[in-house]
């Protein structure tokens, strides 16, 4: 039996440190609606501009034969700041340390998104450190859209 340490800030809100992790834990993300406004705000933040993008003629006469949202726009929709977990480390989290994708089909204005994450590895550091590794999956009604790992450097126990 496990036992969770239960830790409460000051909005009561359940603080989860690393140690109370555990390989094979999941959870998901929100679901999003990709839209016109979406492909749009990312351009304009970014630059990219392609038209692949936005130009209906041009994707049309492109191999993916229709617009498809930005790879890096797909990506940002996995950010663990925007799912429910966000509120229960923000206490605990000191870093976001790195990321990886690997891209398996596109996506277009309609298409429903929701990211999964899977502890898959805890790295206990020295000085109440660690790193916690999440398999990452960004999922449409057709399937898997991206396949990744973000990793977080995290307090493994509260600091007294």
């Given amino acids: 039996m496990r036992w969770w340490r239960i830790v409460v800030d000051d909005q009561g809100d359940l603080q989860r440190y690393l140690s109370d992790f555990h390989v094979g834990e999941t959870f998901r993300g929100p679901v999003t609606t990709l839209t016109d406004e979406h492909f749009r705000s990312f351009a304009l933040l970014t630059g990219d501009d392609h038209p692949i993008h936005y130009d209906e003629a041009y994707a049309a006469a492109h191999p993916m034969g229709k617009r498809v949202a930005h790879g890096l726009l797909l990506m940002s929709l996995t950010a663990v700041g925007a799912t429910p977990l966000a509120s229960h480390i923000h206490e605990s989290l000191l870093a976001f ?52 790992e973000h990793v977080y450097l995290m307090l493994m126990e509260p600091s007294d």
């Fill in 97 to 148: 340390a790195g990321q990886s994708c690997r891209f398996l089909s596109a996506a277009t204005v309609g298409d429903t998104v929701w990211p999964e994450f899977e502890v898959h590895e805890i790295v206990e550091k020295s000085g109440n450190r660690g790193l916690l590794k999440l398999r990452v999956r960004l999922v449409c009604e057709t399937g898997v859209l991206l396949d990744g």
